[in-house]
């Protein structure tokens, strides 16, 4: 599975920006997908993610700020942010935990993708 992210750039605090990312490959279906992202020096944190099923899960720095959606038909995520913060600057990457279909289902088995990292820079 392959995942290609857009969206990014910079932003002054206040605004806002829209990540998407897109999944492509064969014979697989998403289970997990969303976000992460990495400042720097610091480790990889769970921005955003949500399930197949559609539960979200935000972590406590974004919420109220950030909406991430999901469109399971196209394989796609989105993640809207708006009244970013400096403390927001970051490389961001898409995530997707996917089952790959083998031809005998029994063969099935998942797989953890991540996209290449997009850019957010929000100034004071």
């Known amino acids: 599975v392959q995942l290609q992210a857009s969206g990014g750039g910079l932003v002054q605090a206040g605004g806002s920006l829209s990540l998407s990312c897109v999944a492509s490959?064969?014979?697989?279906?998403?289970?997990?997908m969303g976000w992460y992202r990495q400042a720097p020096d610091k480790e990889r944190e769970l921005v955003a993610r949500v399930t197949r099923g559609g539960s979200i899960y935000y972590a406590d720095s974004v919420k109220g700020r950030f909406t991430v959606s999901r469109d399971n038909a196209e394989n796609s995520v989105i993640l809207q942010m708006n009244n970013l913060k400096p403390e927001d600057t970051a490389v961001y990457y898409c995530?997707?935990?996917?089952?790959?279909?083998?031809?005998?289902?029994?063969?099935?088995?998942?797989?953890?993708?991540w996209g290449q990292g997009t850019l957010v820079t929000v100034s004071s």
């Open positions: 995530y997707a935990e996917s089952t790959i279909h083998a031809l005998s289902p029994k063969y099935d088995y998942n797989r953890d993708s």
């Open positions: 490959g064969m014979r697989f279906s998403i289970n997990d």
